[in-house]
């Protein structure tokens, strides 16, 4: 069975989210004004259940092609889908973001929940993020690296970047 170019698959994924995104902002607005004492409750596990088809959809995705998804996104959207992501697969789109929209991300996340997430990376992942992320989250993930790692970073952040 012949598998379908990159391209398709990544437009297929964005418009299965988009969907998804904009049937959570129709449902919302519905919910919303349906003058019932119950429509908090149901607004509540409709959004419960969006977010679960949501990230259903999110963790098949390649992390380059999270990382597309989110370039394509709207601010909001972009957080909505990047919480919804599991967290190595949210540090591997890290590396591949834009600065504007690594920073965007990064800006909106918890500190300690950043670092967690960073620490999912691998020494050369995370050593491509120094200074791409805030230094104290860079330094928290990386004093979890192996002792191996650790030395690789230190060395890998002592070169020019643009340097062989």
């Known amino acids: 069975m012949p598998q379908s170019p990159p391209g398709d698959r990544l437009q297929t994924s964005v418009v299965a989210i988009a969907r998804v995104l904009d049937k959570h902002r129709v449902l ?18 409709q959004r419960r259940q969006n977010l679960v088809e949501l990230e259903q959809r ?33 540090a591997q789109a890290l590396v591949e973001l834009s600065d504007p929209v690594r920073w965007a991300l990064v800006e909106a996340a918890e500190p300690g929940a950043l670092a967690e997430c960073l620490r999912q990376l691998d020494a050369e992942d995370l050593a491509y993020l120094e ?7 860079w330094s928290l993930a990386s004093r979890e690296l192996a002792v191996p790692d650790q030395a690789f970073l230190r060395e ?3 070169y020019p970047e643009h340097s062989v």
């Open 28 to 45: 919302t607005a519905l919910v919303g004004r349906q003058p019932s004492s119950r429509s908090d409750l149901l607004q509540e596990l």
């Open 58 to 90: 999110v963790r098949t995705l390649h992390p380059a092609d999270l990382a597309a998804v989110l370039e394509l996104l709207s601010p909001d959207d972009r957080l909505l889908v990047w919480t919804q992501a599991p967290p190595p697969l949210r």
């Open 131 to 137: 200074g791409r992320v805030p230094d104290e989250t």
């Open 156 to 158: 890998s952040v002592a």
